[in-house]
């Protein structure tokens, strides 16, 4: 009996030890393979014309954006230029208590660079991509905007357009030509935020609408 209650109990470990094993594995080439996929969206870019350009916000220092937002502002202003949109719109509230919001500094970059100010909307609230993107749609529609440009760094893109698309927003992608993320050594970090990032947005929406993936 001893013996045969023991062989029960490796049976039992062997198997846990399996399905602990093999769930590693699952989340291992989840990870993988959404990073893979976020690295290869990098490069998606649109041509259409729309209403207006969403510039996702970042850091600002003191009344100068950061070089990551510089990045973004700059290729805003590219796409306002060539005619690809009529408008801009400039996200992000206060990081830090002191800053200047990052939408005004943003705005005040790209009026520098001439564009005309009438051209500029704001959103002064959002800390976060989902709110820059909610907020912006609020902004844009109080403009008689329908149709969006995202711009941001490449390996932000891919995120940026999931959330983009599950609020229902018309938009295609822009991601800036140049990136402040020019190392493997500072892009690593930012993929691997990026990817952490968009795992948890699809296990919430696999979550909040379970009956949406079962079909």
Do not use: C
Request: aromatic share 8%.
């Amino acid at each position: 009996m001893e013996s045969k209650s023991r062989i029960r109990k490796i049976k039992r470990r062997h198997w846990l030890v399996i399905s602990i094993a093999s769930l590693v594995l699952i989340g291992l080439i989840w990870t993988i393979t959404t990073a893979l996929l976020i690295w290869a969206y990098s490069d998606e870019e649109s041509p259409r014309q729309s209403d207006a350009a969403i510039i996702l916000g970042a850091a600002v220092e003191g009344d100068n954006p950061s070089p990551v937002f510089r990045e973004r502002i700059e290729h805003g202003i590219i796409l306002y230029r060539q005619g690809t949109v009529s408008h801009l719109i400039f996200t992000g509230g206060i990081g830090s208590a002191g800053e200047r919001a990052e939408a005004e500094v943003g705005r005040d970059y790209a009026v520098a660079h001439g564009v005309d100010p009438a051209d500029i909307q704001l959103e002064l609230e959002s800390r976060i991509t989902e709110e820059n993107l909610v907020n912006s749609i609020s902004v844009g529609g109080q403009s008689g905007f329908h149709t969006y440009t995202i711009v941001s760094d490449p390996l932000h893109m891919k995120r940026a357009m999931k959330l983009a698309n599950g609020l229902g927003m018309d938009a295609v992608p822009s991601p800036t030509r140049t990136t402040a993320y020019k190392t493997w050594r500072s892009q690593f970090p930012f993929l691997a935020r990026e990817t952490i990032l968009y795992m948890g947005y699809m296990v919430k929406g696999w979550i909040d609408n379970p009956q949406q993936h079962d079909k």
